[in-house]
């Protein structure tokens, strides 16, 4: 059975922190893994991870995909209040997308 | 501008009575999927469609249908909803294979009573 598992659930910090969200994964046919980030309405990308591009970084934002141990993580650096969201991670496969329950990060000024 | 819609945003409806929320891109995507999102179980595709004309099903298709016949618009029926439908429903597609980024519709909260 294809899924993914993101940890921790939910994350509570101060501003200026430094956050790694994991995800883990076990799929038959793997393709990309994506993050995205989901405030009160739909979810937005922030990287897209394959074979051939196995990190990305976005200003604060960083991402790294581990193949051998089939799991990614994302860094936020500097946390800012407005990095408040659920941080959701997806795989794709062949024709379909498996999504972690999300980590849900609270950032206190 | 680029975007997936979807109608109605909202619904509250009782148990049994046919519904369709309708899903459009303007992005020329040959994917598209239907999500529900459920607390404590995160996004699930209920269907998806690698082009017209091709539908198929996701982890979780029991009491939905699709259709696809036009590129643009992919619909999602609920024959005779159920309380356990009850739930945030997103829209979503892709240019082709699903190993790209998805892009999402602004979902549709239903309560079914």
């Known amino acids: 059975e294809d899924k993914v598992v993101q940890s921790p659930l939910s994350l509570v910090v101060h501003e200026g922190d430094t956050v790694t969200l994991n995800c883990s994964y076990e799929v038959t046919n793997f393709r990309s893994l994506l993050w995205y980030k989901q405030e009160k309405k739909a979810p937005t990308f922030l990287f897209m991870l394959t074979s051939s591009g196995i990190e990305k970084k976005s200003g604060r934002l960083s991402s790294i995909l581990d193949k051998k141990e089939l799991s990614s993580i994302l860094n936020i650096t500097a946390t800012q209040t407005g990095d408040s969201a659920i941080y959701l991670c997806a795989v794709g496969t062949g024709n379909q997308f498996y999504f972690g329950t999300g980590t849900s990060l609270t950032v206190i000024p | 501008e680029a975007q997936v819609t979807q109608n109605p945003r909202y619904l509250i409806t009782v148990t049994g009575k046919k519904l369709t929320v309708t899903c459009s891109q303007n992005?020329?995507?040959?994917?598209m999927s239907w999500y529900r999102q459920d607390p404590g179980l995160g996004l699930r595709q209920i269907y998806y469609?690698?082009?017209?004309?091709?539908?198929d099903k996701g982890d979780v298709p029991e009491g939905y249908k699709v259709s696809r016949k036009e590129k643009r618009n992919f619909p999602l029926i609920l024959e005779s909803p159920s309380p356990n439908q009850t739930s945030l429903y997103f829209c979503?597609?892709?240019?082709?294979?699903?190993?790209?980024?998805?892009?999402f519709g602004p979902g549709t909260r239903l309560l079914v009573l």
């Open positions: 469609s690698m082009n017209v004309e091709v539908t």
């Open positions: 992005m020329n995507h040959e994917y």
């Open positions: 979503a597609s892709s240019p082709q294979r699903p190993q790209e980024t998805q892009y």
